[in-house]
């Protein structure tokens, strides 16, 4: 079915009917051609590899980022035990296990008491050991526990030595006892 302009231009004979009909299908082939088409094979492979890419970087990015973040954690470690280090003087070697190995530090006999009591920390630095106050091995601790070794006054909870505790007292330690 044509339009009213159409039959009006073959009436007056400006148009033959050939013509007409060539221009009634280019239409229908525009308006057809106007709906979203499929996109082809290469087009879904090439998005696909794509959004592949993109997933793989963001994966390198966040790991290069967490390497980051721990060398900026240990390069804060090293400040701060460096400028809290506690001077090591003294002739009595205090021991202490480091993993399943026995390590020890020269100490006096004030550094001793308060290692025990925990107000000294013995923390992991380089190839060595140093001693920090609590405050400094506290934010040691909250940057890397690992490289705190020795800390008596930080309790361990359900590492199961209550009961040990309780079952040792019955037995007297004599005060002159240096492990």
Do not use: C
């Not at 009213?4 to 060539?22: C, D, I, S, Y």
């Not at 091995?137 to 909870?157: F, T």
């Amino acid at each position: 079915m044509r339009n009213p302009l159409q039959e009006q231009l073959l009436k007056a004979g400006l148009v033959n009917k050939t013509k007409a009909a060539q221009v009634v299908r280019e239409q229908a082939k525009k308006h057809k051609g106007k709906g979203p088409t499929a996109p082809s094979a290469e087009q879904v492979e090439a998005q696909r590899l794509q959004a592949e890419k993109a997933e793989r970087d963001r994966a390198l990015a966040a790991e290069r980022n967490a390497q980051v973040r721990i060398s900026e954690q240990h390069a804060q470690i090293r400040q701060i035990v460096e400028a809290h280090k506690v001077k090591r003087e003294g002739e009595i070697a205090y021991r202490f296990t480091d993993g399943d190995k026995i390590r020890d530090v020269l100490v006096n006999e004030a550094l001793r008491a308060q290692l025990a009591s925990g107000t000294l920390v013995i923390v992991r630095h380089d190839q060595g050991y140093e001693l920090l106050p609590r405050i400094a091995a506290d934010k040691v601790h909250a940057r890397d526990a690992a490289m705190i070794v020795l800390d008596h006054g930080r309790a361990e909870a359900g590492n199961g030595k209550d009961a040990d505790d309780e079952y040792y007292k019955q037995f007297q330690v004599p005060d002159d006892l240096i492990w």
